[in-house]
């Protein structure tokens, strides 16, 4: 037993059983009984079996998980959640019979909520944000990525990112944001998209580096939006400003995006229906990680399923997202796209949990900082009144952590 091994903790947590997600740990779902966790300064500290434990001379506060289980964090590792507007009524169009593309082309889909988030002031985009966020923080979601993409002009883009990061100051919660400027060919440019993709690499890209409003940068490589060549030269702009690098691609049609991408050494290409074995392999060569949304799979009624026995047979590591947005998965639940990764996908909820933790954290680049129980890693954890790590997938509607922490500290409910 080591004297003093807890004395630079601020907080103790005893009495649990772990699911750490944690891939050196042999076990499914790396679990492990018996173990206590001291947290020092926001970060695991020490996680030692109970027996090696001495809290003789510990004067920091002793959190009793009463036999709960402790996770992760949960991630939300794709999302549009800043915006304005809905979409209902495309809704109701799409069952009508118009496809997705359709609507796109008749000048509806992405730029109809163009228009309206142009309406809204920065502050306004807060006040439409906050219950969608709150949503996803309620049901365990400790991190979520947020994306620009619905201002395409170089104010409205600043003020989508603006209004992400200042999200941050009012909940416990980590965002990362990304710059989605190529996510559609904005009115203002639809005879010269060339020009629109050039303001973004010279002027609009640039300028958010400078700032660091964002962590990584994405394009929407697809028919209806962005090519490949534009994109090529969208993703050599933020690789040369140090920004990370992620894709929407292959969700509608085989681009060659997700590949491309990857040549980019991508974080992550994401959505991914249509990705061949090339594409796959491209992927398992830069360690770029697969970004599943059952959510905008299930609500356009799509049929094609991604290649998922392929992605698991090369060890491509998969993440599962809401991609939350007004168009096509407005679903404010990364719960509710675990239970669906696992039903309309075929993940197991072991793939499916460490694709909402240990998987997301890489597809946002932060892979070394976040996503299991180990040493050295941030203290964003969860403690859940379950007896088995499966229910967190198997069940939906009823589960809520009962205690979060969020950089180490007890985060109070609802939302903190
Ligand atoms: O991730 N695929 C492109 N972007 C979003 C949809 C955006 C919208 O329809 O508003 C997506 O599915
Ligand atoms: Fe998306």
């Known amino acids: ?27 499914p779902y790396g679990q492990l009984d018996n173990h206590i966790l001291g947290l020092c300064r926001g970060r695991i500290a020490v996680l030692v079996p109970r027996q090696e434990a001495d809290l003789s001379s510990f004067d920091g506060e002793i959190v009793d998980g009463q036999g709960g289980l402790l996770t992760p964090g949960l991630i939300d590792s794709h999302t549009h959640l800043v915006y304005g507007g809905h ?6 169009q799409r069952l009508l019979g118009k496809s997705y593309e359709e609507i796109a082309r008749a000048g509806g889909g992405i730029l109809a909520t163009v228009n309206a988030t142009r309406g809204l002031s920065q502050e306004q985009l807060v006040v439409e944000a ?31 990112l603006r209004a992400a990061r200042a999200l941050v100051a009012e909940y416990p919660v980590r965002i990362s944001t990304t710059l989605l400027a190529a996510h559609c060919v904005p009115p203002e440019f639809r005879t010269e998209p060339d020009r629109y993709v050039e303001m973004i690499c010279q002027e609009l890209l640039p300028q958010v580096a400078e700032e660091k409003l964002a962590d990584a940068v994405d394009v929407f490589c697809e028919k209806i939006a962005f090519t490949l060549p534009q994109s090529e030269r969208i993703f050599a702009a933020a690789r040369q400003a140090g920004l990370g690098i992620k894709v929407h691609a292959e969700q509608l049609s085989l681009s060659g995006g997700a590949a491309l991408a990857a040549g980019f050494g991508a974080w992550s290409a994401d959505h991914l229906e249509c990705l061949d074995e090339a594409g796959v ?14 959510g905008a799979f299930y609500f356009l009624r799509e049929t094609r399923k991604p290649p998922v026995e392929l992605l698991r047979r090369h060890g491509v590591p998969m993440a599962l997202a809401s991609d939350l947005n007004p168009g096509t998965s407005p679903l404010a639940s990364l719960r509710l796209m675990l239970n669906m990764g696992c039903t309309l996908f075929g993940l197991t909820p072991e793939e499916a949990l460490a694709a909402v933790t240990r ?58």
């Open 281 to 294: 392999l491209a992927l398992q060569a830069a360690g770029t990680v697969a970004t599943l949304l059952p």
């Open 1 to 27: 037993m080591q004297k003093n091994q807890f004395s630079q903790c601020e907080r103790v947590l005893v009495n649990l059983r772990m699911a750490t997600l944690d891939p050196a740990v042999d076990a």
């Open 87 to 92: 979409r209902a009524r495309e809704f109701e």
């Open 130 to 160: 906050r219950p969608r966020l709150e949503a996803l923080l309620d049901e365990g979601v400790t991190t979520v990525e947020i994306k620009s993409g619905y201002g395409l002009t170089m104010a409205d883009e600043l003020k989508i």
């Open 359 to 416: 998987n997301a954290a890489r597809a946002l680049g932060q892979g070394d900082a976040l996503g299991s129980l180990s040493v050295g890693k941030q203290a964003d954890l969860l403690l859940w009144d379950i007896d088995h790590p499966a229910q967190l997938a198997g069940e939906f509607g009823s589960l809520r952590p009962r205690l979060r922490i969020v950089r180490g500290e007890v985060a109070h409910a609802p939302c903190g």
